[in-house]
């Protein structure tokens, strides 16, 4: 079983950052590749940003040179860098992990953490 919690989430005004962490524990696996994705209250769920097994990253637009996804193989954590944020920005951050136990993949969700960019 892997325990997978996110952290970093406030409040910061806008033009502001935050650094928002996903840590993975467990014993026998290596995340696999990890998704953020947001939902601001009264919308639905978006991606935000992806890094796949192999380092590769994606992002949604709206956040394409201002956000910045990462990982730490060594920590099971995966990072989201968000700099210049927006208060259209503000929502539950969650990740999406999957990870790999011995050539077994599943998926987790964490339970997310509340960004809200305001003044």
């Known amino acids: 079983q892997v325990h997978v919690v996110e952290s970093g989430g406030g409040l910061v005004q806008p033009g502001g950052s935050l650094r928002l962490s996903c840590a993975a524990s467990g014993s026998g696996f290596s995340i696999y590749s990890a998704d953020w994705y947001r939902q601001a209250p009264g919308k639905e769920r978006e991606l935000v940003a992806r890094i796949t097994s192999r380092g590769a990253t994606n992002y949604a637009d709206s956040v394409t040179g201002r956000f910045t996804i990462s990982r730490d193989n060594a920590k099971n954590t995966v990072y989201l860098q968000m700099n210049n944020l927006k208060p259209e920005d503000t929502a539950l951050y969650s990740c999406?992990?999957?990870?790999?136990?011995?050539?077994?993949?599943?998926?987790?969700w964490g339970q997310g953490t509340l960004v809200t960019v305001s003044s």
């Open positions: 999406y992990v999957l990870v790999d136990t011995w050539g077994v993949i599943d998926d987790y």
